[in-house]
């Protein structure tokens, strides 16, 4: 029995392993269907998996492009002079972060010093003065725009281009001592924001010119570098020549760079022949790199440098810093302009300073720098804090929005005087005549100019052909000179012009002082003023203010000509 069971189970055994090694038909057809299933689910999978990873890379796309859009974007938005981030936000958080006024202007000024290394600093885009409506020339050139930075934003010329890249036609910097000179002791600079004005004594903090002159010098030989021409004197050559076809001191078209000097608090006030060497000093090492030179004699921080501002010493001082310009080396010669105060207001002190003007050549004057004065609040009856109260008592130069009404009134007394020329632009007063005693004498020969010297010296010459001409007419065949040949090299002969005859050139002037929107610089350009400068508007308007104020000046043209009546007859229009 026990026997048989066995048996049994390794029959089953061996018919399972028959029914596992020899399947059936159905089975095989069960094993077909199940691989045909699952190839089918691969298949379906992979399509599945390929429409997924279709789009998985569409959605990347979609996101890598959208980052790269809000990059874009941001990039161009924060680095736009017009977007109101640069004029609301960034003010209020340098002046949050930094309580000290100075300290946050050195901040703001690394800042963009660093953003401009990397190409993320803020500039004027999408070339707003391209129409030309804004268009002005001055000293030869053709600026973009009568808009212009004052001297203080960038005193050592840390960043010129990025400031020239804000917009303005003309860029100020310095001012710049002969040598390496701290100015006050700090504090010495404080903010008045209910009336957004600063109150500053730094005097004349500077690093010295020939610190800034090397800086001005390897800017110019990048500059030339990446035009081609090289890294040797050559190179730097061409480029103050003019070869490169824009001004050596901006190196951009239709801007000018303005470098202000200043003379050392230490060198005597009574010394003139010193201090003159201390602005001569300053001209010969800087002049090669500025289109304009200006002669600080108004700062209100100097001690004495405000007397300099009397007729004789300001036209020793002015005449050598002429003379020192004209001998640059370079084949246009920088202009010079003289900064004076709004202090000394006097018409004496006004024809004194234009005397010296037209004495020593000088180009033009710069009308305006910071007040000693304190000037009410604005609005008219406006109570500042005791903070500001306190504020206003430090000693320094008051800058701010009050001074605009002065500025376009000594616009117009210079302009006024000037345009007078250089004999009435300093007359005597009545007494100074009265006491004069009256004196008979025989008319004196007024000394002759080169000008004139040389306008002689053309006409014996011409003369002279004339005469040589007869005489051999005469010998081929006598009396026969052409009388209407003789009339008309005589005329050449006596139209050559006196300097009595040319016209006198005009004094440019510069206005700086409470400017803070396009129309006040349409009328202070409007008293006479060439080019309307900012200072503190920027303190408290960011990178963004002469957009705007280029902008304002647009609005307010355009909006006076929709006014005027047109000039055609009523039935032609």
Not at 53 to 82: E, H, P, Q, W
Not at 116 to 125: A, D, K, N, Q
Not at 229 to 251: C, K, Y
Not at 266 to 278: E, F, G, K, M, R
Request: hydrophobic content about 35%; overall charge positive.
């Amino acid at each position: 029995m026990r026997g048989q069971l066995q048996w049994s189970r390794a029959q089953a055994a061996r018919n399972a392993v028959q029914f596992h090694a020899r399947p059936t038909f159905r089975q095989f057809q069960q094993v077909r269907h199940a691989s045909s299933e699952l190839k089918k689910e691969v298949a379906r999978n992979e399509i599945v998996g390929d429409a997924r990873s279709g789009f998985t890379r569409i959605k990347n796309l979609l996101v890598g492009t959208s980052i790269l859009a809000v990059l874009g974007f941001g990039y161009l938005y924060v680095t736009d002079t017009r977007a109101t981030f640069h004029q609301w936000l960034v003010p209020r958080v340098l002046r949050t972060i930094y309580p000290d006024a100075e300290d946050a202007h050195r901040a703001g000024n690394k800042a963009l010093k660093a953003l401009y290394s990397v190409g993320l600093h803020p500039r004027e885009r999408g070339n707003p003065d391209l129409n030309g409506d804004l268009k002005v020339e001055v000293f030869g050139h053709v600026l973009d725009n009568p808009i212009g930075t004052s001297a203080g934003l960038d005193k050592n010329a840390d960043i010129p281009d990025v400031v020239l890249g804000f917009g303005a036609g003309i860029v100020e910097v310095g001012g710049i001592t002969p040598r390496p000179q701290e100015g006050n002791p700090k504090p010495r600079v404080w903010r008045i924001p209910s009336q957004n004005a600063v109150i500053n004594r730094y005097g004349l903090n500077s690093e010295g010119a020939d610190s800034v002159a090397t800086r001005l010098r390897q800017r110019l030989r990048e500059f030339a570098y990446a035009l081609g021409l090289g890294l040797d004197p050559v190179a730097e050559q061409s480029v103050l020549d003019g070869h490169a076809g824009v001004p050596p001191g901006s190196q951009m078209p239709g801007r000018l760079l303005a470098v202000q000097v200043a003379k050392m608090k230490v060198t005597p006030d009574n010394d003139i022949d010193a201090i003159a060497q201390d602005y001569v000093y300053c001209v010969n090492q800087l002049a090669k790199y500025a289109d304009i030179l200006v002669v600080n004699v108004s700062s209100p921080n100097t001690p004495g440098l405000r007397n300099l501002q009397q007729a004789a010493p300001l036209t020793k001082i002015l005449t050598a810093v002429v003379d020192a310009a004209q001998a640059t080396d370079r084949k246009t010669k920088p202009a010079v302009m003289v900064k004076v105060s709004p202090d000394e207001d006097s018409d004496e002190q006004v024809s004194g300073i234009c005397g010296a003007v037209w004495a020593s050549g000088v180009d033009g004057i710069i009308v305006g720098n910071t007040t000693n004065k304190r000037p009410d609040p604005l609005p008219l009856g406006y109570q500042l804090s005791q903070k500001e109260q306190n504020i206003l008592l430090e000693t320094g130069g008051y800058s701010g929005p009050q001074l605009f009404e002065r500025t376009v009134a000594l616009v117009k007394k210079y302009r006024t005087t000037l345009d007078k020329g250089p004999n009435e632009s300093k007359p005597k007063s009545e007494s100074e005549t009265k006491a004069e005693p009256k004196k008979i004498e025989a008319p004196k020969q007024p000394e002759k100019s080169e000008f004139q010297l040389e306008t002689e010296a053309m006409k014996a010459k011409i003369r002279q052909q004339l005469q040589q001409k007869s005489d051999s007419t005469k010998s081929a065949a006598p009396n026969s000179l052409d009388a209407e040949t003789k009339s008309a090299i005589e005329s050449s002969a006596n139209s050559l012009s006196t300097p009595a005859q040319l016209p006198t050139k005009e004094k440019v002037i510069f206005a700086t002082g409470g400017i803070t929107n396009g129309k006040q610089a349409l009328e202070v350009l409007n008293a006479g003023a060439s080019v309307a400068m900012v200072y503190t508007a920027m303190v408290y308007g960011g990178a963004g203010t002469i957009t705007r104020i280029k902008q304002e000046m647009r609005e307010e043209i355009h909006g006076e000509e929709k006014k005027l009546p047109s000039s055609k007859p009523r039935d032609e229009r």
